[in-house]
């Protein structure tokens, strides 16, 4: 009698573990998927133009100006 009542108990430990550890994983997968944050948007010149996409990226100090040019979008 004792043999089958630990048995259960065993079984019923290893459920939680299972449900435990799938938790655990869908939470990291969740916090895995994100987007990349988006460059700000370019000021206008003083005249009310946009700004030009090489200037921008001097002022906001990046390496490339394709996030600021509005026809590189990938």
Known sequence: ???ILSLILKIKV???IKIY?????????LTSCG???RPPKPPKHPS???M???QA???FGTKSAKPF??????
């Open 14 to 16: 290893m459920k939680s």
């Open 69 to 74: 040019a509005p026809g590189q979008n990938k």
């Open 52 to 54: 030009p996409p090489g």
């Open 57 to 59: 990226k001097k002022v």
């Open 35 to 37: 987007t990349p944050p």
């Open 21 to 29: 550890l799938s938790l655990i994983i869908f939470a990291i997968g």
């Open 48 to 50: 009310g133009k946009p």
């Open 1 to 3: 009698m004792v043999s």
